[in-house]
């Protein structure tokens, strides 16, 4: 992915000014940022959903998108959701996505309305449409919220296996948990990126 000098505002105060971000192929990154800083306007344009006052976003190869509000119909069950996706996705079939539901420990809630499932399940079903068509540039809003310790390190273990196998990984949260984890840190102040040393924070 490779974003060129991002310009945006509201009511003429700028929230982004020049930001820069070149994600290469096999990188797990992260942005961290206070609240207030940008991230939602920046994950607005990198998704696609608001266009940049100024500059360019360039994503090689499929896009996947999670976002932190998990975007589901309540009365449809995990399994249907899943369908409208491999059809919206062109998908042969469900493998990859059933692969990341066992990895999840989701498989078990397939025939469960969304409705029912709590936050941290629907966060799983979030994960999985956003990786069910093997994206090769993955953006991650927040990705284990309400997740337990077991699913948050599977989180871990899954985005660095996609990673090693050429995936571009960007994970986006306001606090910088397991940056040792990560091959890239950028801190989002003052509307623009600034690089950070991926410690533990």
């Known amino acids: 992915m490779e974003v060129q000098s991002l310009y945006h505002g509201y009511h003429g105060r700028a929230v982004l000014r020049g930001v820069d971000l070149n994600l290469a192929p096999g990188v797990l990154a992260g942005i961290v940022g206070e609240n207030g800083a940008g991230k939602t306007t920046l994950l607005k344009i990198l998704a ?104 948050y390190q599977r989180f871990w273990e899954l985005a660095a296996r996609l990673s090693d196998a050429g995936r571009s990984v960007l994970v986006v949260s306001h606090l910088a948990y397991d940056t040792r984890r990560l091959d890239e840190l950028w801190r989002l102040d003052g509307g623009q990126l600034h690089p950070e040393t991926a410690a533990m924070a």
């Open 48 to 151: 696609g959903e608001l266009r940049p006052h100024q500059g360019s976003v360039r994503h090689r190869g499929r896009f996947g998108y999670c976002p932190q509000e998990a975007v589901l119909n309540d009365a449809l069950t995990v399994r249907q959701h899943l369908e409208f996706f491999r059809t919206a996705f062109g998908l042969p079939d469900l493998r990859h996505a059933k692969g990341i539901m066992e990895e999840l420990r989701l498989w078990s809630y397939a025939d469960a309305p969304a409705g029912v499932l709590s936050g941290g399940t629907r966060q799983k079903l979030n994960l999985t449409l956003a990786l069910m068509h093997d994206p090769q540039v993955l953006l991650l809003d927040e990705p284990y919220q309400g997740f337990d310790w077991d699913t």
